[in-house]
């Protein structure tokens, strides 16, 4: 399936990335330098407190819903057949 805009968008890619002879570090300077031209805002987290901070594990929850012991057993659906 080909579409036009990806292809086009992976041209210019291509043409951009072989104008520095596909080095990494000479495409980021470029892009980093035409971020700073374009005189816009771009956000960095890298450089804010949550960069530092610790990644918070998941939370618990709560206790699991009681079930009685009268209570019929969940049944798993039947299996699909291929």
Known sequence: M??????????????????????LW????DIKEQQKRSGLTFVSFADGPSA?????PLQPTGAAIPVSQSSPSPRAAPAAEL
Do not use: G, K, L, Q
């Open 26 to 29: 000479a495409i980021f300077r």
């Open 2 to 23: 080909n579409d036009p805009i990806v292809d086009e968008v992976r041209r210019v890619r291509d043409e951009h990335a072989a104008s520095f002879n596909y080095d």
């Open 52 to 56: 530092t901070a610790p990644i918070n």
